[in-house]
């Protein structure tokens, strides 16, 4: 059998929510912890539609608070047929329009499609022998004939568990083989690491907005000391700007952790390499020590601030005391000038 899946995965205002998605129960070895280790999920919709004359399911998902998934899954008779990209593309908008009920955006979004051939015997590397050129073909999305070396960089990345099943992964898809039809767990794993890469962009996107608002506040007047209070409020807008930085960034590293031996830990440690999800990271701790920095810049302007402001009350004060001498020295002349 030959099946297509694509989904959607896109930030959302506030995902809605819906009933809790029932746990997709590992095939292969997988942590005792697997299901604590990634996040909820909850079905806020599901429909059926035509593409043609086949066959869609649409069922859309949502990590709270604010990411939308909607997968898109439909059978087709030739897995290498020449309208297959063209019906990847038109399943991939279907998704991408369902998403936008539940109020997926089209943009920042990742989408990803799994080609999933069951009900076969023998070896599956018999089969990528004979296809390993549309097979690459299909994982770029090219129309054109890929080079040999070209066909053979996408196939390298490749996973095998059992001695007949196989899994093929690139940056935009994957090609799965299992003769028992059981894609559950790799599908739920392509899918997190997806999740993760999103959740990186968008937290990354919102520190070019914060730091683009922390450097202006960087900008704020100290040279006058009535400013102290706009320094103030800035010092505490930067404190808030990076505490919600750092939390959104923990709470993306302790939400999957998957280690050791096991497919489903293997697998996403390939997927999580494959997408750079590392860079991502560094990006993201190279941004937050930049978000520090401004932190301190506008603690030392603060400071500063506040040494003007007490060193005017001391300059006032002593203009005072000599005022105050002043009129005694002139208040003793004349009483004793009478």
Known sequence: MHKITSFVI????????????PPTLPVRSAPHYFEQSVPAQSIVGQKKAKLGTLDVELLAKAYSPDVVVVEGSIEVPDMFGSDILELKEQLLQMCYKFAGKFGGKEEPSEEYTVYQISAYQGDPELFLEKNSSKIASLLKSEKLELDEKEVEHTLAHQLKYAKDDLLIYDWDGAFVFDPEGEFGETLELLELANYQLLRYRMLDQRLDVQLGRAYQLVKTDTSRWFRTKDVTQAFREVIKIRADAIAHFEALEREIKLIGDWYSARLYEALSRKFRLGEWRQTIRDKLESLEDVYTIVSENLGMSRMQVLEFIQIGAFFVLQ???????????????R
Request: hydrophobic content about 65%.
């Open 323 to 337: 005022i105050g001498w002043f009129i005694l020295i002139v208040l003793e002349f004349v009483y004793f000038t």
């Open 10 to 21: 896109a930030e959302a205002v506030v995902a809605k929510r819906g009933k809790e998605a």
